[in-house]
């Protein structure tokens, strides 16, 4: 048996096991949970415990990648940011969970409240910005949200079309730069200064033809020619391109049917999570599939990359959050991908899902009209 179709058969075995630790659990409450949770996770995989949550002064919406995590280059935790309506409630990481301070950013800018679509901080050598995208445009912060350095307004013609009007998917690229996608299927490209204002569009991508869903740049170590960003649409079609003073277009991989809700790049692997459940691993340099995981019984909302050890999570509508460790044969170079731990969060459609460390020893999840934020940390 080659090394790829043994890679292939594991890749299985873990989509059967987690299937049916999805139909243990959803029908026998706790002790079944328990039990499904050491089965999926195999001997000798990572365990995590549920730690005290942290309340919300709101709740989350139903929008993909629903959760942000501000874990600065080597140092702790410091901020964590979800979506409710016209507003993102941002929680210092300071001090215990039920004292964390919060403060809630309103989308205002540009006359009137405008439905919030995504949050994210954004890293850079140089700065962070704390960027929020919604139906009128773009507002960048502060880190802390203190102070908004920046606002770009959507395009909205006088007669709206059929279709709406909103920017969504966020991610910093290269040195200097940040990456919001529209509606449209175009990216705009920012030009972020040290520090100050002059913040200007730079670029406009325009290989999509459909609303961005999601943005990810490189977490890891990209091999020679791989690129070092990621964008997904609402077909499922994926871009990958080379950043720099012109970004340059290296790979399309096609649809399939259905929607990539979220993605992820790490060390030349794309992780990206579908609408059927499906979690799919290519090749950033080639574009080429190299394992398909049936993941989840019902839509992926978030995945998330833990930088420093290859660890993915993925959160669904099937109130599952799965720990996979991604990897290479460094023997064959094929791609890995092993099943490390399952949690069910009992009557939670997740909406967002991060790791809170580069390691990835600690998660949290939010959920749809859920007033609190679930903490993980490893056993």
């Known amino acids: 048996m080659t090394s790829s179709r043994r890679a292939r058969l594991r890749v299985a075995l873990m989509s059967s096991l987690g299937a049916a630790v999805s139909m243990v659990t959803a029908g026998s409450g706790r002790a079944a949970e328990r039990a499904g949770r050491r089965a999926a996770a195999g001997p000798g995989a990572a365990m995590y415990r549920r730690e005290k949550s942290i309340a919300l002064r709101g709740s989350s919406s ?20 979800s979506v409710h309506g016209p507003a993102v409630t941002v929680l210092s990481a300071a001090g215990d969970a039920a004292g964390c301070a919060q403060r809630q950013l309103q989308a205002r800018a540009g006359g009137g409240a405008s439905l ?9 050598p140089a ?31 006088e007669h709206p079309p059929a ?6 998917g966020i991610s910093a690229a290269g040195e200097r730069f940040i990456c919001v996608g529209l509606s449209s299927g175009m990216v ?3 030009d972020i200064p040290h ?4 913040i200007t569009v730079s670029e406009v991508l325009k290989e999509h033809h459909n609303a961005i869903t999601d943005i990810a740049a490189e977490l890891g170590q990209a091999p020679a020619g791989a690129g070092d960003l990621v964008t997904a649409d609402d077909a499922g079609t994926l871009c990958v391109w080379s950043s720099g003073e012109e970004f340059s277009l290296l790979n399309r991989i096609p649809a399939f049917g259905w929607t990539c809700s979220s993605v992820r790049l790490w060390n030349g692997i794309i992780a990206a999570g579908y609408g059927n459940g499906q979690i799919r691993l290519y090749e950033a340099a080639t574009g080429s599939l190299r394992a398909e995981v049936s993941a989840h019984a019902r839509w992926i909302y978030a995945l998330d990359l833990a930088p420093a050890t290859g660890k993915l ?3 669904a509508e099937d109130s599952f959050v799965h720990v996979w460790k991604l990897s290479r044969n460094p023997d064959t170079d094929d791609v890995e991908i092993e099943h490390c731990h399952a949690e069910c969060v009992t009557d939670t459609q997740i909406c967002g899902a991060r790791f809170c460390d580069p390691e990835g020893n600690s998660f949290a999840v939010t959920g749809y009209d859920l007033s609190e934020i679930f903490c993980y940390s490893q056993v």
Request: aromatic share 10%; with cysteine.
């Open 163 to 168: 279709q709406a009007v909103f920017a969504r």
């Open 62 to 81: 139903a929008l993909y990648n629903n959760l942000s995590v501000l874990r600065p280059p080597h140092r702790p935790l410091a901020f964590l940011g």
């Open 188 to 190: 705009l490209v920012f």
């Open 127 to 157: 700065r962070i910005l704390l960027v929020l995208t919604c139906q009128k445009g773009i507002q960048m912060y502060e880190s802390d949200g203190s102070i908004m350095v920046y606002w770009h307004a959507l395009d909205i013609p």
């Open 195 to 198: 520090k100050g204002t002059n």
């Open 313 to 315: 999570l993925s959160g």
């Open 116 to 124: 919030v679509t995504q949050a994210a901080w954004c890293v850079l």
